[in-house]
């Protein structure tokens, strides 16, 4: 079955530095969809694209995050400066559509931890 | 969208059938129940998702009542793979795929 690709699996970073996660969707999801999950918390919607366009980024902390997919088929998401409070895992998921018959696939994700 | 309330935390034996409750009274006409499961270090997995039809396929059972408030998901014999945190989610349909998760209830299944 095809799975959603993330890397790194880990990524452990000082704070006020940069770091990056990659994510290949499963091949011909337009939809891609970045999560944040806390521990102990479900998963939380960061940003939402439709092939390359952002359709929903309300929930990103646009001061230090960044999202781009510009093939509209793998996806970066980017923290610049990395704070304590961004310790998390960060999960991507991909669907075929957007309809109720579009499930989730989600990724492994890459847990982050700011030191 | 609706809200949905779910127990912290429940047991199973191995073999036995899990039934994990879900309460969404406040959920609206266009919006389907949806279920995931998060096995520990692993992204979340879909299971099932319904409108107001019982629905089956290989992984589980979805039951919803018929004035839709609640449903109740159930593994007909749980295994020790199937302990997880399991996500009741309702959303419209026009937004069906991106979805509002909870902190859903932990099953854990044992011997």
């Known amino acids: 079955e095809a799975e959603v690709a993330q890397s790194p699996r880990y990524k452990i970073t000082e704070k006020s530095q940069a770091v990056a996660f990659w994510c290949d969707p499963i091949?011909?999801?337009?939809?891609l969809y970045w999560y944040r999950q806390i521990l102990g918390q479900g998963p939380e919607l960061l940003v939402q694209?439709?092939?390359?366009?952002?359709?929903?980024d309300s929930q990103l902390p646009k001061d230090r995050f960044s999202a781009e997919r510009l093939k509209g088929v793998d996806s970066t998401l980017k923290i610049q400066p990395a704070e304590l409070g961004d310790s998390a895992m960060y999960l991507c998921?991909?669907?075929?559509?957007?309809?109720?018959?579009?499930?989730?696939?989600f990724g492994n994700g890459t847990r982050l931890t700011v030191t | 969208d609706a809200k949905t309330t779910q127990p912290t935390s429940m047991d199973c034996a191995e073999g036995r059938a899990a039934n994990l409750p879900c309460n969404h009274s406040t959920i609206s006409g266009n919006e389907y129940v949806y279920w995931y499961r998060q096995i520990h270090s692993q992204g979340p997995q879909y299971i099932i998702h319904g409108l107001k039809n019982n629905e089956t396929n290989e992984m589980a059972s979805l039951i919803i009542t018929e004035d839709r408030k609640s449903s109740t998901l159930i593994l007909p014999h749980a295994t020790l793979r199937d302990t997880a945190v399991y996500y009741c989610?309702?959303?419209?349909?026009?937004?069906?795929?991106?979805?509002?998760f909870g902190t859903g209830t932990r099953l854990q299944v044992t011997l």
């Open positions: 989610i309702v959303s419209p349909t026009g937004t069906a795929s991106k979805l509002t």
């Open positions: 091949s011909g999801h337009a939809t």
């Open positions: 998921a991909s669907s075929s559509g957007t309809g109720y018959n579009s499930p989730l696939h």
């Open positions: 694209f439709q092939d390359e366009s952002v359709v929903d």
